[in-house]
T-cell receptor, first 111, second 114 residues
Framework: SQQGEEDPQALSIQEGENATMNCSYK?????LQWYRQNSGRGLVHLIL?????REKHSGRLRVTLDTSKKSSSLLITASRAADTASYFC???????????FGSGTRLSIRP | DAGVIQSPRHEVTEMGQEVTLRCKPI?????LFWYRQTMMRGLELLIY????????DSGMPEDRFSAKMPNASFSTLKIQPSEPRDSAVYFC????????????FGPGTRLTVL
């Protein structure tokens, strides 16, 4: 399976702390995207990083990509209660024309 | 634009019944995707269309599942006959060129087969 693996599966932190989620994949990719899913809702796109990029920022989000390790990380700084959600990475593999979603990380922010 | 629209939002049916899920993609998006999400299997791509033509249906689990896109603004996913293991949340998503652009997801249809 080309599905990405995310780690940890679940993460609980205090409001204001930083949250880091990791994604590992199997073979070479063209790009990697991160999505958020609030409970009972559809997924919402957060950020896309291309294979020739190493880091990207969007507001409180910071994404890194290490193609040599076939891994990416999503950092959410100064977490808020509204960040409570599941987060998924999605890979566009070089050999495919569709993106494959990872297994997701459930993030809970404690007030 | 109202975003991707799915109907119904919830569907409860009995085993053996036919189920039809509907999707209206965002206007101008050439690609439409159907996903299934369960706790056990996560988010699975079932099928996707480009310009109303099915491109990859390798994720469709069985012949009981079929999908159509008769025009650029409407798609259906049909399950006939339905089984309890089909219970899941089904998402429709649309995008411009896949992978290079974000996918926009609908709110999903929660299907329960008794």
């Amino acid at each position: 399976s080309q599905q990405g693996e995310e780690d940890p599966q679940a993460l609980s932190i205090q409001e204001g702390e930083n949250a880091t989620m990791n994604c590992s994949y199997k073979t070479s990719i063209n790009n990697l995207q991160w999505y958020r899913q609030n409970s009972g809702r559809g997924l919402v796109h957060l950020i896309l990083i291309r294979s020739n990029e190493r880091e990207k920022h969007s507001g409180r989000l910071r994404v890194t990509l290490d193609t040599s390790k076939k891994s990416s990380s999503l950092l959410i700084t100064a977490s808020r209660a509204a960040d409570t959600a599941s987060y998924f990475c999605a890979m566009l593999y070089s050999s495919a024309s569709k993106i494959i979603f990872g297994s997701g990380t459930r993030l809970s922010i404690r007030p | 634009d109202a975003g991707v629209i799915q109907s119904p939002r919830h569907e409860v049916t009995e085993m053996g019944q036919e189920v039809t899920l509907r999707c209206k993609p965002i206007s101008g998006h050439d690609y439409l995707f159907w996903y299934r999400q369960t706790m056990m299997r996560g988010l699975e791509l079932l099928i996707y269309f480009n310009n109303n033509v099915p491109i990859d249906d390798s994720g469709m689990p069985e012949d009981r599942f079929s999908a159509k896109m008769p025009n650029a603004s409407f798609s259906t996913l049909k399950i006939q006959p339905s089984e309890p293991r089909d219970s899941a949340v089904y998402f429709c998503a649309s995008s411009l060129a896949p992978g290079e652009n974000e996918q926009f997801f609908g709110p999903g249809t929660r299907l329960t087969v008794l």
